[in-house]
């Protein structure tokens, strides 16, 4: 997959990075308990440099805490670690902290967000350790992480007619990896995780890396790249810190990785009325994943970041033998750019790509201690300016979202934090007189935008809608709140698999959650119950049909509970 041109732009950069002293080029992994949040808090408090986006992460040492320890903040006055396990000339050694992850769900698989844990029914928990070295201006990170889940068996998809499961293999079994259960029994799995070996020239790094990548300002869902599934391998080309310019800062990231299938089938096959019939097996080949993103702060509108993203997936047997085609994103925008006149471009690319673009803002106003973020996105391309403004429906998907954080000081400085986010992938009414098709999914790359059976984008997958809510109180590091959520599943199925406007398949959650430093460890909590409303679009129809909306309810509950601690060196 590494090709003669990045060997190259490898090569180039090691040997002007003799020129780099330390690099700090060790990373906050997406997804980190209270550090993460943490410091996205200190800067709408005005008390982080207001350049840093938070749309393109892991972020690094060198943004963060340029003269600071990366795991430890100013608030803690009892943590005692070192961080440094050796530092002698140019050579750098550190233990990275020692984190346990533990995850119950009591009927239900619940969770996104997670990484390399998977949905799963039962028990399930999650150990990552490593160490990180820096010499000059190469670095080490290694960082793997186990995950062993009970992958419980619970009632997944039962349509009561052949038309239903027909439906169900033709828009989601057969065109996108999200198997309901992976295997049968418990499962097991050692992944790199947080791992990586990078060459620095700050404001520039060049490497190999396994990191989960997180683009986009959102708190809660990413339209392009999230955590929710384990990180996957990948070159990448990114700055460490905004580059400052006279007309702004800039911060950009460019990716090309490898996406690898599950495994297993979408359910459990022999069940006689599951219509196994319906099942077409997909392909071995793995997927090539490309991407890039920039964003730029101008510099008379400080707290302003506005970014783009472009990304694209094929199976590697298209990809191989055309450098351009390692390269899509460079590409036109807009179809006109490369198409003979039809709508579809892939019939014009000669081959079958999946192809996703968005645009996103985030404006922190530090005297207001807030922030207002929103992302847009489309998986279908438009025809030109026009169409784009005439169409602006078209395929898209969105995040917006707001938080605020209000002095309170009844113990020194602490807050009260309000979240609200809104995110859609759900379909646009134009979709039944120009099908772009669901997000996530497509006819040519059957595997979908996953990797290992998980969402590589939104962790609440294609055609599905998420309302967030949390309110906490806040201390430094400490955090103690409550958070309700909306989340319907997959209406683009529903609208077109059932016609009873009863059966939309929602989950109304509440959970309470902390998060509490105690000299060099960390700990976190959640606890929640979840209601599913006609779980998996079922419901029983009553004898006495005087009354439309007395059914009975098939709805499911599940209670789930996260604890985790980490260790620091």
Do not use: C
């Not at 992994?29 to 440099?49: H, S």
């Amino acid at each position: 997959m590494i090709n003669k041109p990045i060997i190259s732009l490898i090569a180039i950069a090691s040997l002007l990075a003799g020129m780099a002293d330390s690099s700090k080029a060790q990373t906050i992994p997406v997804g980190t308990p209270l550090l993460e949040d943490y410091y996205r808090r200190q800067q709408l408090l005005g008390k982080l440099d207001s350049t840093i986006s938070f749309s393109i992460r892991p972020l690094t040492h060198v943004a963060l805490q340029p003269s600071g320890q990366l795991f430890a903040v100013e608030e803690e006055s009892d943590y005692n670690g070192k961080e440094t396990l050796l530092s002698r000339d140019k050579l750098r050694v550190s233990l990275l902290p020692v984190q346990w992850k533990n995850q119950l769900n009591s009927t239900l698989p619940e969770g996104w967000n997670d990484g390399a844990m998977i949905p799963s029914a039962g028990y399930q928990t999650m150990v990552s350790a490593g160490i990180y070295a820096e010499y000059a201006f190469l670095s080490v990170q290694l960082r793997p992480e186990y995950v062993l889940a009970q992958n419980g068996d619970y009632p997944g998809f039962n349509g009561k007619t052949q038309r239903e499961w027909y439906e169900w293999y033709r828009r989601i079994g057969n065109q996108i990896d999200l198997p309901e259960r992976f295997g049968d029994g418990w499962y097991s799995r050692l992944l790199p995780g947080q791992s990586s070996v990078r060459l620095n020239v700050h404001p520039v790094s060049i490497g190999i890396s396994t990191e989960n990548l997180w683009w986009g300002p959102g708190i809660y869902s990413s339209l392009l790249l999230s955590n929710t599934a384990p990180g996957f391998p990948h070159l990448t080309i990114n700055t460490t810190r905004p580059i400052r310019t006279p007309i702004g800062s800039f911060e950009g990231q460019m990716v090309g990785g490898r996406l690898e299938g599950s495994g297993y089938p979408p359910k459990q096959m022999g069940n006689p009325n599951h219509y196994d019939q319906y099942y077409r097996r997909k392909s071995d080949d793995w997927r090539y994943f490309s991407g890039l993103t920039f964003t730029y702060q101008p510099k008379w509108l400080p707290g302003l970041s506005l970014g783009m993203a472009r990304s694209s997936i094929a199976y590697y047997e298209e990809v191989k033998g055309n450098f351009r085609n390692y390269l899509p994103f460079l590409d036109p925008v807009s179809k006109s750019g490369y198409s003979s006149g039809s709508d579809s471009a892939n019939a014009d690319e000669g081959y079958g790509r999946d192809e996703y673009i968005s645009v996103f803002a985030r404006w922190v106003i530090k005297e207001a201690n807030a922030e207002a973020y929103f992302e847009y996105g489309r998986n279908d391309h438009a025809w030109d300016m026009r169409d784009l403004f005439v169409q602006l429906e078209h395929s898209r998907a969105y995040t917006v979202g707001f938080r605020k954080l209000t002095a309170l000081n009844w113990w020194g400085n602490d807050y009260l934090s309000v979240n609200v986010e809104v995110t859609q992938s759900e379909g646009p009414k134009d979709e039944t007189i120009r099908p772009g098709g669901p997000w996530y999914r497509h006819h040519q790359v059957r595997h979908g935008y996953t990797h290992l059976g998980q969402m590589v984008g939104l962790g609440i997958g294609p055609g599905s809608n998420l309302q967030t809510l949390s309110i906490s109180w806040v201390q430094g590091i400490k955090q103690l709140g409550v958070q309700y959520y909306r989340y319907v599943h997959n209406n683009d199925f529903f609208y077109f698999t059932y016609g009873d406007m009863r059966r939309n398949w929602v989950d109304m959650s509440m959970a309470v959650f902390g998060e509490w430093n105690y000299k060099n460890f960390l700990a976190h909590g959640k606890m929640g119950l979840t209601r599913a409303f006609n779980y998996q679009y079922e419901l029983e129809e009553k004898p006495d049909l005087q009354n439309f909306w007395r059914f009975d309810e098939q709805d499911k509950f599940n209670f789930q509970l996260q604890l985790g601690v980490s260790y620091r060196f």
